[in-house]
């Protein structure tokens, strides 16, 4: 057992086990990094965008990059306005302070980034309770959602908002079906609740669906977005809904220190990413299974191959005498990094910056370790 102290030393978001103390490779002649889509570089484009935007006083509501940037993930949505924040934490946040009152529920999946990696800021910030139910690869059953609506009553909370995820990130990159996400939203109607998407990837669920971006964001009150992951901007994420929730969600950003001045000079790489880099994430899907069925065939790896539907391979280790951890150091040395998520559970995430060959030297160096 690790002590408190120690698991508190760790900044890996999606494991508890102090990975990054042993991320540097001792065989450093090559580095495929498939711990995160966060790692991706900003492309060429994305700095020439940046070194030449147009910029103003962003609290001002003057940076035109600015202003463009929201416009356009706005278009994109289907939603009146958008917000450019800092992170997608950040825009979550806001989101739930925009939504809810002190001591209101929201409900969730207890798998869910705005429930586990968000360093509890919805009971700090928001002052809320969360609900959480158990969903299927992080995706909820619609009649638990509506189960779990608690009816008015003087000793009830009152449940206020939805939180949904897609793609789903401890789900294994899961796509929320869009008849499932149709399902939830009647049933927030019938009630008066909104909901809310993390949406971090969302361009993931819709390049894999095929599913327009416009039509998943419209069963949402307000989505997230990141630019950061693997749209591969260096920073930020929009946040995006009506006009009234985005002004309170302007203030709830003012509050939290997002306000940005010449925030132009990071919006213009978003909207690089926008314009450029949603449609090759197919590329990442497709390394992905490659990576996944590769992984299949290798002796003492379990692997749901039907739960990798976007850029998210997580499988399990049976063996005795090496578990995830143990797995990681050594892949660590030939330069192959990724997350242990669970005792004997590992996360490998696809983006831009590894190609083919690199998913296929990371099968290849697995094989060898586990042979
Ligand atoms: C990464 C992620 C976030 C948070 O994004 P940051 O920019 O890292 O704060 C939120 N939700 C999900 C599902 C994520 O994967």
Redo the contacts with the bound molecule.
């Keep these: 057992m690790q002590g408190r102290a120690d698991r508190q030393a760790t900044n890996a ?1 999606d494991s508890w086990y102090g990975e990054e103390r042993i991320m540097v490779p001792t065989n450093p002649g090559r580095v495929v990094d498939l711990r ?1 889509d ?1 790692v991706t570089k900003p492309t060429p484009e994305m700095r020439r965008a940046m070194a030449e935007a147009e910029v103003g006083d962003d609290v001002f509501m003057e940076d035109p990059t600015v202003a463009r940037l929201e416009a356009l993930a706005a278009e994109r949505l289907g939603k009146e306005a958008g917000l450019f924040v ?7 946040q806001i989101s739930l302070m925009a939504h809810t009152q002190r001591g209101d529920e929201i409900i969730l999946d207890d798998n ?3 429930f586990n ?2 360093v509890a800021a919805l009971a700090v910030l928001s002052a809320v309770q969360a609900r959480g139910l158990r969903g299927r690869n992080g995706i909820l059953d619609p009649a638990d959602v509506r189960d779990a609506i608690r009816p008015p009553n003087i000793h009830h909370p009152k449940d206020s908002l939805i939180c949904l ?1 897609s ?3 401890r789900g294994g990159g899961s796509i929320y079906p869009i008849e499932t996400l149709r399902q939830i939203r009647r049933i927030a109607d019938e009630h008066g609740l909104a909901v809310h998407l ?4 969302l361009f993931n669920a819709c390049v894999a669906s095929g599913v327009p971006a416009k039509d998943v964001a419209a069963q949402a009150d307000s989505v ?1 977005f ?1 630019l ?2 693997g749209l591969a901007a260096p920073v ?2 929009v946040v995006t809904g009506n006009r009234a929730f985005v002004d309170k969600a302007r203030r709830a950003r003012k509050m939290l220190g997002g306000g940005m001045r010449q925030a132009g000079v990071i919006a213009a790489a978003g909207i690089v990413a926008l314009e450029t880099m949603v449609d090759r994430l197919r590329e990442d899907h497709d390394n992905a299974r490659v990576l996944a069925d590769g992984l299949a065939e290798l002796p003492g790896i379990k692997i749901d191959l039907g739960s990798v539907q976007t850029n998210i391979v997580i499988f399990d280790m049976e063996r005795k005498e090496l578990d995830a951890a143990g797995l990681v150091l050594k892949l660590a040395g030939h330069g192959v990094k990724c997350f242990a998520v669970g005792p004997n559970r590992i996360r490998m995430v696809t983006h831009k910056d590894v190609d083919r060959a690199g998913i296929l030297y990371a099968l290849e160096t697995l094989r060898t370790i586990l042979r």
């Excluded at 800092?86 to 979550?92: K, L, R």
Aim: glycine content about 14%.
């Design positions: 978001p995160s966060t800092t992170s997608g934490t950040q825009g979550n869910c980034h705005i990696y968000e995820e793609t789903h990130n993390d949406g971090a990837r997230t990141c950061s992951k930020g994420a």
